[in-house]
């Protein structure tokens, strides 16, 4: 017989009331609930006046929730607090919006395959553009590059736009740099506000309100002043996502999206698109600056410092195991919510219909019951030797589960592994100062600021 969500493991030190209010950390909240998986199991319950959250850690039970006839997608924690800044964008929108359903089939052919070869040659621009930097500054601020290089491919592939962050100025969006600092601000709000203590929580949301409402209001006139350069321009063409957003009707319905949920996609993706992809880069850069051979055994052995065709991207398998493993171990979005759709068992407790659950992945991509004992340490060939597939049992799951996925992961991936291509190609790296990776949260899991050397690979040859 099931047992009740009352009976699941918790943090010790529970108080009356208050619940597990020692255990709280608004400032790093994934990373310490993949600290008490080590210790509480599989799954466990963290408690706040009242209010359980079921914490799911372990692959087995992790993968049971990825079931679609049984499971489905809630919009809770961060996200949540998002739909503030990007109103009914595909990753904050409900899935009963309409708008939500549109949006996707509208987008869904922008990140096909053709849509990837269209978007390679913008994609690479920046890749030269952040390699000729490099080339004349060797110490590389990472968090700020990356910064810049990934929103510059989301602004140049996606909406045929410059950012001003890399290259040349000249019809650059303006007020690039003060959007990056309100957005900044914004996904740390999103993500301290959901772990915050009772009570002091509400009185930093009072006092914080007017900054945050100045901040969002930063952000989405930034983009509207990208969408309205574009209306102003002339330019119909629908071969970038802004393009498809504004001109290609909804198969389903005949419809366009109204141009306030165009503000809000275009913010999704500059925001998303950026951040995660560049947490991702950032956590690949150390690696490759800390473990110099591995680095050079990459560049000799598949990659050339000719110009990258779209085809040599797809191929380059060494640099896409690499990007996976930083993918498992530091996934971007550590975890999501899953809702029962009818009375789940999960792991001997018994779920009701409606009742939410967090999947951190953070933990499930670390289990040493299916990744083995090593499963806390960086080792990109465990995806060159087997395929990771959803029967395989390793549950493995960065880019969110269903029909609620993210749309962009080719895209992101593709980009990743560009970038790191180009850069591999052409540098060598090494850490600035030696350490270990310290990860920050703000809506997403990002490293904290770290520097890295770059010397030209030809000096060497």
């Given at each position: 017989?099931?047992?009740?969500?009352?009976?699941?493991?918790?943090?010790?030190?529970?108080i009356?009331?208050?619940g597990?209010?020692?255990?709280?950390?608004?400032?790093?909240p994934?990373?310490?609930?993949?600290?008490?998986?080590l210790?509480?199991g599989?799954?466990?319950?963290?408690?706040l006046?009242?209010?359980?959250?079921?914490?799911?850690?372990?692959?087995d039970?992790?993968?049971?929730?990825?079931?679609?006839?049984?499971?489905?997608?809630?919009?809770?924690?961060?996200?949540?607090?998002?739909?503030?800044?990007?109103?009914?964008?595909?990753?904050?929108?409900?899935?009963?919006?309409?708008l939500?359903?549109?949006?996707?089939?509208?987008?869904?052919?922008?990140?096909s395959?053709?849509?990837?070869?269209?978007?390679?040659?913008?994609m690479?621009?920046v890749?030269?553009?952040?390699?000729?930097?490099?080339?004349?500054?060797?110490?590389?601020?990472?968090?700020?590059?990356?910064?810049?290089?990934?929103l510059?491919?989301i602004?140049?592939?996606?909406?045929?736009?410059?950012?001003?962050?890399?290259?040349?100025?000249?019809?650059?969006?303006?007020g690039?740099?003060?959007?990056?600092?309100?957005?900044?601000?914004?996904?740390?709000?999103?993500?301290?506000?959901?772990?915050?203590?009772?009570?002091v929580?509400?009185?930093?949301e009072?006092?914080?309100?007017?900054?945050?409402?100045?901040?969002?209001?930063?952000?989405?006139?930034?983009?509207?002043?990208?969408i309205?350069?574009?209306?102003?321009?002339?330019?119909?063409?629908?071969?970038?996502?802004?393009?498809?957003?504004?001109?290609?009707?909804?198969?389903?319905?005949?419809?366009?999206?109204p141009?306030?949920?165009?503000?809000?996609?275009?913010?999704?993706?500059l925001?998303?698109g950026?951040?995660?992809?560049?947490a991702?880069?950032?956590?690949?850069?150390y690696?490759l600056?800390?473990?110099?051979?591995?680095?050079?055994?990459?560049?000799?052995?598949?990659?050339?410092p000719?110009?990258?065709?779209?085809?040599?991207?797809?191929?380059?398998?060494?640099i896409?195991?690499?990007?996976?493993?930083c993918?498992?171990?530091?996934?971007?979005?550590?975890?999501?919510?899953?809702?029962?759709?009818?009375?789940?068992?999960?792991g001997?407790?018994?779920?009701?219909s409606?009742?939410?659950?967090?999947?951190?992945?953070?933990?499930?991509?670390?289990d040493?019951?299916?990744?083995?004992?090593?499963?806390?340490?960086?080792r990109?060939?465990?995806?060159?030797?087997?395929?990771?597939?959803?029967?395989s049992?390793?549950?493995?799951?960065?880019?969110?589960?269903?029909?609620r996925s993210?749309?962009?992961?080719?895209?992101a991936?593709?980009?990743?592994?560009?970038?790191?291509?180009?850069l591999?190609?052409?540098?060598?790296f090494?850490?600035?100062?030696?350490?270990?990776?310290?990860?920050r949260?703000r809506?997403?899991l990002?490293?904290?600021?770290?520097?890295?050397?770059?010397?030209?690979?030809?000096?060497?040859r």
């Amino acid at each position: 017989m099931s047992k009740p969500l009352s009976a699941l493991p918790h943090p010790p030190g529970r108080i009356p009331i208050l619940g597990d209010v020692r255990s709280a950390d608004r400032r790093r909240p994934t990373q310490h609930e993949a600290e008490l998986a080590l210790r509480l199991g599989p799954v466990f319950q963290r408690e706040l006046l009242g209010n359980r959250l079921v914490v799911v850690g372990g692959a087995d039970l992790a993968n049971q929730t990825l079931d679609e006839r049984s499971w489905g997608r809630a919009l809770v924690g961060p996200l949540a607090q998002l739909r503030e800044l990007a109103g009914a964008g595909l990753f904050t929108a409900r899935s009963k919006d309409p708008l939500w359903g549109q949006a996707r089939r509208i987008l869904t052919p922008g990140f096909s395959q053709s849509a990837m070869r269209i978007y390679h040659d913008a994609m690479a621009s920046v890749a030269d553009d952040l390699a000729a930097k490099w080339a004349t500054s060797p110490v590389v601020d990472v968090h700020q590059d990356m910064t810049s290089a990934t929103l510059e491919v989301i602004g140049r592939a996606g909406f045929s736009c410059r950012m001003g962050l890399l290259g040349r100025q000249d019809g650059a969006a303006e007020g690039t740099e003060q959007f990056l600092d309100s957005l900044g601000r914004v996904l740390v709000w999103a993500s301290e506000s959901t772990n915050d203590v009772p009570i002091v929580g509400t009185v930093r949301e009072f006092l914080g309100a007017r900054r945050r409402n100045a901040d969002i209001a930063v952000c989405r006139n930034f983009v509207q002043r990208i969408i309205e350069s574009r209306l102003q321009s002339g330019d119909h063409g629908n071969t970038d996502l802004l393009g498809l957003m504004l001109e290609t009707e909804d198969p389903d319905t005949g419809d366009r999206l109204p141009l306030h949920n165009v503000t809000d996609q275009v913010l999704t993706f500059l925001a998303a698109g950026h951040e995660t992809t560049a947490a991702l880069m950032e956590v690949a850069l150390y690696h490759l600056a800390a473990e110099p051979i591995s680095a050079d055994r990459i560049a000799e052995t598949e990659l050339d410092p000719a110009p990258l065709t779209y085809e040599g991207v797809v191929k380059s398998r060494q640099i896409r195991a690499y990007v996976n493993e930083c993918l498992r171990l530091w996934p971007p979005a550590p975890g999501f919510f899953r809702v029962a759709r009818t009375d789940q068992e999960l792991g001997g407790y018994h779920i009701p219909s409606g009742r939410g659950v967090f999947v951190l992945a953070l933990a499930a991509q670390r289990d040493t019951a299916v990744w083995g004992p090593d499963a806390h340490r960086f080792r990109a060939d465990r995806f060159t030797a087997e395929r990771i597939t959803a029967g395989s049992g390793k549950f493995f799951s960065p880019w969110g589960a269903g029909p609620r996925s993210c749309i962009g992961r080719q895209f992101a991936m593709h980009e990743a592994s560009l970038l790191l291509a180009t850069l591999l190609s052409r540098f060598r790296f090494r850490l600035e100062k030696s350490g270990e990776l310290v990860m920050r949260e703000r809506a997403t899991l990002r490293p904290e600021p770290f520097r890295i050397v770059a010397t030209p690979r030809k000096s060497e040859r």
